[in-house]
């Protein structure tokens, strides 16, 4: 059973899994220690008072959020401090945002109090996440880089089953370029997108958009810099 908190300031409201429940992350076949306590590792990465990745949303998000009308409800997906959800609430959407880390889902609800949006925000990975049916009008998925294949085919099922027929998905990632970039990301290329990997697990969806370029970052210190990158669009039938 998850636990639940209400009673913050605009109807931000908090649900906890247990402790048993947060498991690890899968690990990398080609790096078995990466990743292996994604919770405590994101617990200290956002454990400054600044943010890590800034308080503004992601710039493809943010030119691509028009897919959605105010009211629709929509899911972000391990979204660390809330620069994301909180951005898309103040849209006039629906937002629903889960991450692992405790430190970083308190840092999204005090975001959210700053801006004076609801939201609802779960600590949860990604493969306890009570993932509902046909629920969703839009998922963002913004550089979730930490999936090895096995784990991010299971997303990717989770997904498409969270979404409405007619729902849209709004991703960006990395591509194995950035590997010579390191501006971002990890350094492990499995956990890396590329076209044909989108394609491939989305064959049956209406690609609105997709494409690989390259771009400045500049999302609070960690995104810094030219960056390999890939951006998606795509509507599930």
């Known amino acids: 059973m998850c636990k639940f908190e209400t009673g913050f300031p605009y109807g931000i409201t908090i649900h906890h899994l247990p402790t048993s429940k947060i498991q690890s992350m899968q690990s990398s076949p080609t790096n078995p220690t990466a990743f292996a306590d994604a919770a405590e590792m994101w617990n200290q990465r ?32 391990a979204d660390g401090e809330g620069r994301n959800s909180v ?26 109090a700053e801006r004076k949006v609801s939201i609802r925000l779960t600590v949860s990975d ?3 996440y009570a993932w509902p049916q046909n629920t969703y009008d839009g998922v963002a998925l ?46 492990t290329v499995s956990h890396l997108y590329t076209e044909s990997m989108m394609r491939e697990a989305f064959a049956g969806w209406e690609i609105v ?9 500049r999302e609070g210190d960690r995104h810094v810099g030219r960056s390999a990158l890939i951006g ?5 039938y």
């Open 209 to 217: 958009e997709l494409s690989e370029y390259e771009a400045e970052l």
């Open 142 to 187: 913004i550089f979730l880089q930490f999936a090895d294949p096995d784990m991010r085919a299971r997303l990717f099922a989770n997904i498409q089953q969270c979404l409405k027929p007619g729902g849209v998905l709004v991703l960006q990632g990395y591509t194995p370029k950035q590997l010579e970039y390191k501006t971002g990301g990890p350094p």
């Open 87 to 112: 951005w898309l609430a103040g849209q006039g959407l629906d937002v629903d945002a889960f991450d692992i880390s405790e430190v970083g889902v308190a840092k999204a609800k005090r975001l959210a």
């Open 126 to 128: 990604c493969d306890t």
């Open 232 to 236: 998606m669009v795509a509507r599930r």
């Open 46 to 77: 956002f454990s400054d008072e600044s943010y890590l990745f800034g308080t503004e949303p992601n710039v493809w998000l943010r030119e691509h959020a028009s897919r959605w009308k105010a009211g629709h409800r929509v899911l972000c997906v």
